[in-house]
């Protein structure tokens, strides 16, 4: 309880203190194996550098002090096996609390940070992924876009304007599951394969435009594209999983190699209309679900495909992602209502009456966790009918 009332405290300093996240000094990040979320023995222990040092008062701990990460554009380098994924992970769970004994006790995210990546394969319906990608060579229309099977950088273009309409206030990402052309194109490319040939818009051309209009925060860890640097507020070396602050030695760098990437005409802002269509009401009552881990979850042998969305923690959280579709195909599906509307609603209907609500049976099903907004959002915007 004592841990939990410190978290929510950590929590509530992001805002007043302009931090996107804060990771605790003795934090142990790293984890004792790809399929355990224990910690790791023997892991070096977790210091901010001290120009980026916060120091709060817990209701409960006392003391405490660790790194605050500012809102805006973060950049995490370094070498390979330097820690820099495992900082990113450890940010991408903050958003949840931990038990004791975890190592990343206190390290706190922004409650509506998303995790952003490449899904090759994916379905998009109906949504404006314009600010990113235009002019497509079969005349498609990418303000209402939409695709049974998309490709690495469409799939992450979709998922960025989902999760701006899911509220998200930062975007977790890493460079290795990233579609490429998609973060960048550098000068070389750019004089063979002139701007006007390219319907891509790089995210490296946005990135500050996000924070500056959108105000969503980025994330970044990146291991080989040094352009970032530019576009950078903060970045941080992973040194042998210690961070160290090279902000003004990573400018002075990036000076010595501009960056043209030619005049953008400003991003305008997605438009969130989205409506669900589905069975409506008078719907089948009985429709199966099952889960599949945190991979899937099956509605009627229509298989929700949920592995590329990494913040879910528990199986338990896709079971009722399960239960949660089930009540908006029967009752929330009549087209008068936006995604961001119906969503809305689903969450107050929870809050004020329960699962039994939601469920709508005689019983209600044991191991159920409720998941986030941003969650359910991703849930419907793979659901394929």
């Known amino acids: 309880m004592e841990l939990s009332e410190d978290r929510e405290f950590i929590r509530s300093q992001l805002e007043v203190k302009g931090l996107a996240a804060f990771v605790a000094n003795g934090s142990v990040l790293p984890r004792e194996s790809g399929v355990s979320q224990r910690p790791m023995k023997g892991a070096v222990p977790f210091v901010s550098p001290k120009s980026m040092e916060v120091t709060m008062e817990l209701p409960y701990k006392g003391t405490i002090s660790g790194m605050g990460i500012p809102r805006g554009v973060t950049l995490i380098v370094g070498g390979g096996y330097h820690g820099k994924s495992t900082l990113l992970k450890a940010l991408e769970t903050g958003v949840y609390p931990h038990i004791a004994g975890d190592g990343r006790e206190y390290v706190v995210t922004d409650d509506a940070a998303m995790k952003i990546r490449a899904e090759d394969g994916r379905s998009i319906k109906h949504t404006d992924i314009s600010m990113f990608i235009n002019d497509l060579p079969n005349g498609k229309d990418t303000k209402a876009f939409s695709t049974e099977d998309a490709s690495g950088s469409t799939s992450q273009a979709a998922n960025m304007i989902e999760a701006m309409e899911a509220k998200a206030g930062v975007f977790l990402i890493d460079e290795d599951t990233s579609a490429t052309n998609f ?86 802002a997605p438009e969130f209309k989205r409506v669900l269509f589905g069975r409506g009401a008078g719907g089948r009552d009985r429709m199966k679900i099952k889960a599949m881990g945190r991979d899937a979850v099956s509605i009627d042998r229509s298989t929700v495909d949920l592995r590329y969305v990494e913040q879910l923690a528990d199986a338990e959280q896709t079971v009722m992602l399960g239960y949660l579709l089930k009540y908006v195909i029967q009752n929330l599906s009549d087209g008068r209502k936006t995604l961001q509307e119906t969503v809305d609603l689903l969450f107050d209907l929870v809050d004020k009456n329960g699962m039994e609500k939601i469920y709508g049976g005689s019983y209600l099903p044991t191991g159920l966790a409720m998941p986030r907004k941003q969650e359910v959002f991703a849930c419907l915007n793979r659901y394929r009918k």
């Not at 352009?227 to 990573?250: C, E, G, W």
């Open 183 to 268: 973060m960048i194109r550098d000068e070389l490319m750019q004089r063979v394969v002139h701007r006007d040939s390219e319907p891509i818009t790089p995210f490296i051309d946005r990135v500050e435009e996000l924070y500056g209009k959108f105000g969503i925060s980025t994330v970044l860890v990146a291991g080989s594209c040094g352009s970032y640097f530019h576009k950078a507020d903060t970045v941080l070396q992973m040194n042998q999983y210690v961070p160290v602050d090279v902000t003004k030695i990573a400018k002075e760098e990036a000076s010595h190699f501009p960056l043209e990437l030619g005049r953008l005409a400003p991003a305008s």
